[in-house]
């Protein structure tokens, strides 16, 4: 069964940093990987998809890097902004099927 | 990207009723929608995989009686939380998507507070 873990669990910065959140699976046999960020009490916004075959993947401030081999990914996020506070959450889809399995999260505060 | 609404957004209900969720795909249709249970400080955990026109698929743990899924068309999936106990207060996700390997969409979430 597939497991995912994220590290740190929860993160303080000051503005203006870069940071790294990591993520990792325990079954390399997968489709792809997925950054959401998720505010309290609300839903999930995808940020980032890596297919199987990728390295990485940019958007803006945000670059998701995948080493499918052994089993991890990275969050990378230039230059903090205190709207980057929320909950990040790495999620797996598997080749066993195509639910997504998620992470706990890493809880980012982002302080001006 | 694709858009997927839920419906109530916020429920509370008194312990001992049901509860009905809908998860609708707006601008796609899906064979294939999903529905994960979030408790605070958890990640999301899939309960069931809901198949367009064939029986769900229920996870491990998961109730089938208790929690009744319905994909009656390719737009709409229904998840009936059956005489809701205080335990079952959760944040209800669905997500739908196309082909295995293909992105996701997820709703925007229902909140149920059984008192």
């Known amino acids: 069964k597939q497991e995912v873990t994220q590290i740190p669990a929860a993160l303080s910065v000051p503005e203006g940093e870069n940071l790294v959140l990591n993520c990792s699976f325990t079954?390399?046999?997968?489709?792809?990987l997925q950054w959401f960020r998720q505010d309290p009490g609300k839903g999930l916004t995808s940020l980032l998809l890596i297919q199987s075959s990728q390295r990485e993947q940019t958007s803006g401030r945000l670059n998701a890097s995948l080493d499918k081999s052994s089993g991890r990914s990275t969050l990378y996020i230039a230059a903090s902004q205190p709207g980057d506070s929320a909950t990040y959450l790495c999620?797996?889809?598997?080749?066993?099927?195509?639910?997504?399995?998620f992470g706990k999260g890493t809880s980012l505060l982002v302080t001006p | 990207g694709a858009v997927v609404s839920q419906h109530p957004s916020r429920v509370i209900c008194k312990s001992g009723t049901s509860v009905k969720i809908e998860c609708r795909s707006l601008?796609?249709?899906?064979?294939?929608m999903f529905w994960y249970r979030q408790f605070p400080k958890q990640s999301l955990m899939l309960m069931a995989t809901?198949?367009?026109?064939?029986?769900?698929?229920?996870e491990q743990g998961v109730e089938k009686d208790k929690f009744l899924i319905n994909h009656a068309s390719l737009t709409l999936s229904t998840l009936t939380v059956t005489s809701a106990h205080p335990e079952d207060s959760s944040f209800y996700i669905c997500?739908?998507?196309?082909?295995?390997?293909?992105?996701?969409?997820f709703g925007p979430g229902t909140r149920l507070l059984v008192l």
């Open positions: 601008d796609f249709q899906a064979t294939t």
């Open positions: 809901s198949n367009e026109g064939s029986k769900a698929t229920y």
């Open positions: 997500s739908a998507g196309g082909a295995p390997g293909e992105t996701q969409y």
């Open positions: 999620a797996v889809n598997s080749n066993s099927g195509y639910a997504l399995n």
């Open positions: 079954d390399s046999a997968i489709y792809n």
